[in-house]
């Protein structure tokens, strides 16, 4: 069965680093373009970043541009994020994305992993 599970997540300091991992199963990820949510306590969840199936084009929502790096490695199944110069507003549980184009679009979810930005 198709699974993602996202690590590297934790509690870093303002200005800090981290990067996550997405590790897929079950699934040909070069068939998917993958994104990374989060989602902060008390807020809908929202689109952090995205990368295309080929891995040709990124997307970033506004406030992580110039901070935040998506990248994926199709041969491994994995898919990353690298985050510089965290924030208190970076707080949130990051989940992993896994979307498909066919007759129809179909989604994967793992099942996140928090980030937690604080002294």
């Known amino acids: 069965q198709v699974q993602l599970v996202e690590s590297g997540g934790g509690l870093v300091q303002p200005g800090g680093s981290l990067r996550l991992s997405c590790a897929a199963s079950?699934?040909?990820?070069?068939?998917?373009?993958m994104s990374w949510y989060r989602q902060a306590p008390g807020e809908e969840r929202e689109l952090v970043a995205t990368i295309t199936r080929d891995g040709n084009s990124t997307n970033y929502i506004d406030s992580v541009k110039g901070r935040f790096t998506i990248s994926r490695d199709n041969a491994k199944n994995t898919v990353a994020l690298q985050m510089n110069s965290l924030n208190s507003e970076d707080t949130a549980v990051y989940y992993c994305?896994?979307?498909?184009?066919?007759?129809?679009?179909?989604?994967?979810w793992g099942r996140g992993t928090q980030v937690t930005v604080s002294s």
């Open positions: 079950g699934l040909v990820l070069s068939a998917f373009d």
């Open positions: 994305n896994g979307r498909h184009f066919n007759y129809k679009v179909i989604d994967y």
